[in-house]
């Protein structure tokens, strides 16, 4: 074939190959890997990436959903409908179990988000995962921006942002010591317009929480907090119903809506395309508890 019959990839050619190459280096690295699957975006887009790498075979290693218990339920439907459409097998770790047997007690905010940490280690120790992919973005958050995609975690699963590895070339280190794991970040060098944009060309299904439909929320903090039985109304607040959409989705009581008429995939990739906060800089509460409230979940071992 000559040069002239050679097309380059497209920016977003490029970075589905890279997270391709990255999702089967690990399943021939690592012997127990496992996959986050929430049913929010960037966890759906990663779920197909790891689903066309290894086509017309199965996905070859389990999902796991971290469940708080305060989940939109529009999103774990739409998780067990996901589960089913890849062919795939998930496991559950709830956040619930843990508040009723003692070894976790629910915070004085109400947020369960905090709470995911010890039941996602758990999960890692009884299954002897070596290996734990994550959605997580460098564009999302300035301590994610500290991310290798081969994030080495202790034997106690924390994480030392000082004791990163080198990734020149993309080449990968996954050496670690029994009791250690790697945490693996396919989507690293994606954005969240290119999450859209991916989303847009390969026709992929999500929760329709990501897009405009009305709900009953109210303004706390600068915030739109839906109004629901993990969030009630409090004293003071003025409840109204607005045309609203959800950028990222976690546990209710951290996670706001946006105000936004964008009710298909080309609205949603215009209206991200003119803002100027990301997603979590816009709707997530509990990044807003410290200067380092990211960062600090992560040495603890969050995702």
């Not at 709900?215 to 609203?244: C, F, K, N, Q, Y």
Request: proline share 5%.
């Amino acid at each position: 074939m000559s040069t002239d019959q050679l097309r380059p990839l497209t920016e977003l050619q490029a970075l589905e190959s890279e997270s391709i190459h990255i999702i089967r280096e690990v399943a021939a690295t690592f012997s127990s890997p496992i996959m986050l699957f929430s049913g929010g975006k960037d966890s759906v887009v990663m779920v197909h990436l790891a689903a066309k790498a290894f086509w017309p075979a199965p996905i070859p290693f389990q999902l796991l959903h971290v469940d708080t218990g305060h989940n939109f339920p529009e999103v774990l439907q739409f998780r067990d409908q996901a589960v089913d459409f890849y062919g795939a097998s998930i496991k559950i770790a709830a956040v619930q179990d843990y508040i009723d047997d003692g070894r976790l007690r629910e915070r004085l905010d109400g947020t369960r988000n905090p709470l995911q940490t010890l039941p996602l280690l758990d999960a890692i120790t009884a299954g002897r995962h070596d290996a734990v992919f994550g959605g997580g973005r460098r564009d999302e958050e300035r301590a994610r921006a500290k991310e290798r995609v081969f994030s080495m975690r202790d034997e106690f699963g924390q994480w030392e942002p000082r004791n990163q590895r080198p990734e020149l070339w993309s080449l990968y280190n996954g050496r670690h010591l029994p009791g250690e794991h790697v945490r693996v970040f396919p989507l690293s060098n994606w954005t969240e317009l290119d999450v859209w944009d991916y989303i847009a060309a390969e026709k992929i299904n999500l929760p329709p929480i990501y897009y405009a439909h009305e709900r009953e929320v109210t303004l706390r903090d600068g915030m739109w907090i839906a109004i629901t039985e993990v969030t009630p109304a409090r004293a003071g607040d003025v409840v109204e119903v607005h045309s609203v959409r959800y950028r990222t989705v976690g546990d209710m009581s951290c996670t706001a809506a946006i105000l936004s008429a964008a009710s298909t995939v080309h609205d949603v990739i215009t209206e991200v395309g003119l803002s100027q906060l990301t997603e979590r800089g816009a709707t997530r509460a509990d990044d807003r508890l410290s200067e380092a409230a990211m960062e600090d979940r992560k040495r603890e071992g969050y995702f």
